[in-house]
């Protein structure tokens, strides 16, 4: 068919199917460049980090340390692995915490503005790492859990108040502005009676920071992406079928409350970690799925519906032509014309 005058036609990707035992995936060639390209930049700079600071070192030495060797003075080694390595490692599993946490809740609630930062769930953990600083004086270890069960805390408050004969992506959004107000309040008050040297404490952990991150904060956040990403990878597929709404869901044989629960704890376990690890570090889950799903190779933005134009039904007809309605539009003797994804 020779495409409409004035419209362009772009050619679909070429994609190959890779399976392994039970499993199989459909891979797209310029996804998995791009992909590889990002995951070598990232390697790079993780590399980079090691080498410089207040105590400079030559890549040879950074490379020999992380080999097994033991550098060329004997701070080499130290410097490597207990001062740098841990803080590069907790930056990268930090950003990618944030940036998947961010894209799932973009595509559950179909808004690019939303990400967990702005529907409330860094702000419930910000209000609990406060409470925790200036009453309670707990210290790092603490108030990071603390900070992982504000997240989750935050989160079932929204989704229950959301909760109105299943839960709209709009309603979200908005009962999640809200309580981010609500905690966003509660931590100003925190601060604003507290003495000078604890909120000053509080205010250097709402600002977010990677400084001094050792293996007691990288650890448990790298567990916790690597945990979490095959859960990620297995509710792919109901996350693409609830973009389509929860009628078309259901009889997909989705269960649509279900799977949006699971997807909701992943992303609230993921930025819980984050913010426990670094801090509640801003614009990160926000602009990060849209960076990624705008890189070449890339489909449509995670926030945006599937694109509908209307198409002939294919719906079996109901009755013969002759009994078909003088209203029918469609050859199928339907009185409604049909919509579906525009291919």
């Not at 550098?71 to 841990?86: D, F, K, N, W």
């Not at 079932?156 to 999640?176: D, E, K, M, N, P």
């Not at 693409?240 to 869901?249: K, N, S």
């Not at 930025?271 to 705008?294: D, E, H, K, W, Y």
Request: hydrophobic content about 50%; charged content about 10%; glycine content about 10%.
């Amino acid at each position: 068919m020779k495409p409409a005058a004035g419209r362009t036609v772009r050619p679909r990707s070429p994609s190959g199917v890779l399976r392994v035992g039970g499993f199989s995936a459909r891979l797209h060639p310029r996804a998995v460049v791009v992909t590889c390209g990002a995951l070598a930049v990232a390697a790079v700079a993780v590399v980079a980090a090691l080498t410089v600071g207040d105590y400079p070192m030559p890549l040879a030495d950074v490379l020999d340390v992380l080999g097994g060797g033991a550098g060329s003075t004997r701070r080499s080694a130290y410097v490597v692995l207990q001062l740098r390595l841990p803080r590069a490692l907790c930056a990268v599993a930090v950003g990618a915490a944030f940036a998947v946490s961010g894209a799932i809740v973009q595509r559950l609630v179909r808004n690019p503005l939303a990400s967990p930062d702005v529907v409330g769930i860094n702000a419930g953990a910000a209000a609990v790492a406060v409470f925790l600083v200036v009453v309670v004086g707990a210290g790092p270890v603490p108030v990071a859990g603390g900070a992982l069960a504000g997240a989750i805390l935050a989160a079932v408050a929204i989704y229950l108040l959301s909760l109105r004969r299943g839960v709209s992506g709009y309603r979200l959004v908005l009962v999640g502005i809200g309580v981010t107000a609500v905690l966003t309040s509660t931590t100003s008050y925190l601060l604003s009676v507290a003495n000078v040297y604890t909120a000053e404490l509080a205010s250097v952990w709402l600002t977010g920071s990677l400084a001094g991150r050792s293996w007691g904060h990288t650890a448990p956040v790298l567990v916790a992406v690597a945990a979490l990403m095959p859960v990620v990878l297995a509710l792919a597929p109901s996350l693409r079928v609830l973009e389509l709404g929860d009628d078309t869901a259901s009889a997909l044989g989705t269960g649509a409350e279900r799977a949006r629960v699971g997807l909701l704890l992943t992303a609230v376990a993921l930025a819980g970690a984050a913010t426990a690890a670094a801090g509640p570090i801003a614009f990160v889950a926000l602009a990060a799925p849209q960076i990624a799903r705008g890189s070449p190779g890339t489909g449509a933005p995670p926030w945006s519906p599937p694109r509908r134009s209307a198409r002939p039904c294919s719906r079996w007809p109901t009755s013969p032509p002759a009994a078909r309605s003088p209203r029918s539009s469609s050859p199928s003797g339907c009185s409604r014309p049909c919509s579906g994804p525009r291919t």
